[in-house]
């Protein structure tokens, strides 16, 4: 079979997951790595044994290209992924597709227009509590969905991990990880939303952004809390991740953020997130690779792609919807 060539936008933490996810597949060369960084693109392109480049273009203008990853800041997507999409390259795109509809709705637009492949990578969907949950539900055994919390929530020291952390905040880093979750497990998209955040800790310390968020997803029949902070106090040992979901019969309680192993030493009990991503015997393990993968057979192979093109500007809808409730103090209405 012949292997398709991949570039990957974006050096950082996940660009690295998915040039390292590119190299070790079996259907793909991957060829370039681009960054705005040169140095960073740089060290990448060294690991991997590929081309780096600080111009996007060369990547666009490259006819070998089939499959891009845009693995940039949240709020950097729309630009990229639409002269990616114009140069008639498949894209998977980080979550958030965008951080405003009208740059969600121009790429889905795009993608529509140009007939190319595309997804959000929303990497949850394989987590594994995750899927046993939505195949709980779907067995019928479990009843309808009647409520759920779900909380993702992130130390405080996301903002020295994190150089673009203050043109972002929780609700576009991690909301669209539960947001999508619970959309996701319910089959189901809400028809309205109530949110109220907290701007204290991190204003206070220079950045503007929220540091708690909640919002009630109400659907049809049903109900869920999402709940996100960037304030956890940085000797917390862990991601903060659980779920909690009550049916009509039944009840379900996820704990993602334990991964079979607590630890402590010098720097202190730690409960390390090795489910997404944990490097052994030459290779990658964990969840973070499995939609990169997928996107691969969905391109190589044709199969269906378990996230539909407009997951993504859905997503968006709803997130843009949490922050127009905070500022308003009122239920927003949806028209997904």
């Not at 929530?153 to 673009?164: D, E, Q």
């Not at 379900?252 to 009990?269: H, K, Q, R, V």
């Not at 539909?308 to 949490?322: P, R």
Request: charged share 25%; glycine share 6%.
């Amino acid at each position: 079979m012949e292997r398709i060539k991949a570039a990957v936008i974006g050096a950082g933490i996940f660009g690295d997951t998915h040039c390292r996810a590119y190299s070790e597949s079996p259907s793909v060369d991957l060829a370039w790595v681009c960054d705005q960084d040169q140095e960073r693109a740089k060290q990448a392109a060294q690991r991997y044994n590929c081309n780096f480049t600080t111009d996007l273009q060369e990547i666009t203008n490259d006819p070998s290209i089939n499959i891009v990853s845009v693995a940039t800041p949240d709020f950097s997507h729309r630009d990229i992924s639409l002269k990616v999409i114009e140069a008639g390259k498949n894209l998977i795109v980080e979550k958030p597709l965008a951080t405003n509809i009208e740059d969600a709705q121009a790429i889905t637009d795009a993608v529509r227009r140009k007939g190319v492949k595309f997804m959000t990578d929303f990497q949850n969907r394989w987590n594994t509590p995750f899927i046993q949950a939505k195949q709980n539900l779907e067995s019928g055994k479990y009843g309808e969905p009647v409520s759920a919390y779900i909380r993702l929530a992130n130390s405080i020291m996301i903002t020295k991990w994190l150089s673009w952390s203050a043109k972002s905040g929780p609700q576009w880093f991690l909301g669209p990880h539960i947001v999508d979750l619970v959309c996701w497990i319910y089959g189901q998209k809400p028809i309205k939303v109530f949110a109220s955040g907290k701007r204290k800790v991190l204003k206070s310390i220079g950045y503007d952004t929220y540091d708690a968020i909640q919002a009630q997803l109400i659907f049809e029949d049903s109900f869920a809390t999402i709940d996100t902070s960037w304030i956890v106090p940085k000797n917390w040992p862990s991601l903060d991740f659980r779920m909690d979901i009550l049916t009509t019969n039944g009840k379900m309680e996820l704990e993602p953020t334990f991964n079979g192993i607590s630890m402590c030493a010098d720097e202190g009990y730690q409960i390390p997130f090795i489910g997404g991503r944990q490097d052994g015997f030459d290779r990658m393990f964990g969840f973070f690779k499995e939609p990169i993968l997928h996107f691969i057979d969905h391109v190589v192979n044709d199969i269906p792609c378990l996230v539909g093109v407009e997951d993504g500007l859905i997503n968006t809808k709803i997130v843009v919807a949490i922050e127009k409730s905070i500022e308003s103090g009122k239920i927003v209405e949806l028209n997904l």
